[in-house]
C-alpha cells in the first residue's frame, strides 16, 4: 500500500509564495517519476512539473521560471517551490508517483488547495 501525503497549500497573495510538499510512504520500488499535476473548478487536471528519478525535470510552459520541483530521494519526498503565484494558478494540487518494477503503476495523493487571492 502506497500513500501520498501532501501539505503546505493555503492562501497567498498574487505575486506571493508557497512551497509544496509530497511525502511517500509504504512499499516503494522503482520510482520512475514524481510530481505535481493541479485541477481548477471546471477544468481538467494539468501537469504542473515532475521530476524523474534521474533528476530531470518537466514544467508546463505556464509555470516555467517562477515554479521548481526538487526531491529528497533519501526520504521519498518531493516538493514544489512556486514564486510569483498569479490568479490563475487557483487550484487543487495532487502529487503524483509512478513506479516501474516489470509494471508501471501511478499513485496520486488526495490533493491540497492553493487559493491566490487578494
Known amino acids: 500500500q502506497v500513500q501520498l501525503v501532501e501539505s503546505g497549500g493555503g492562501l497567498v497573495q498574487p505575486g506571493g509564495s508557497l512551497t509544496l510538499s509530497c511525502a511517500a510512504s509504504?512499499?516503494?520500488?522503482?520510482?520512475?517519476?514524481m510530481g505535481w499535476y493541479r485541477q481548477a473548478p471546471g477544468k481538467q487536471r494539468e501537469l504542473v512539473a515532475t521530476?524523474?528519478?534521474?533528476?530531470?525535470?518537466n514544467y508546463a510552459d505556464s509555470v516555467k521560471g517562477r515554479f521548481t520541483i526538487s526531491k529528497n530521494s533519501t526520504k521519498n519526498t518531493v516538493y514544489l517551490q512556486m514564486n510569483s503565484l498569479k490568479p490563475e494558478d487557483t487550484a487543487a494540487y495532487h502529487c503524483?508517483?509512478?513506479?516501474?518494477?516489470?509494471?508501471?503503476?501511478?499513485?496520486w495523493g488526495q490533493g491540497t488547495q492553493v487559493t491566490v487571492s487578494s
Open positions: 509504504g512499499s516503494i520500488f522503482g520510482i520512475s517519476t
Open positions: 521530476i524523474a528519478s534521474s533528476g530531470s525535470t
Open positions: 503524483n508517483l509512478n513506479t516501474l518494477v516489470f509494471v508501471r503503476r501511478e499513485y
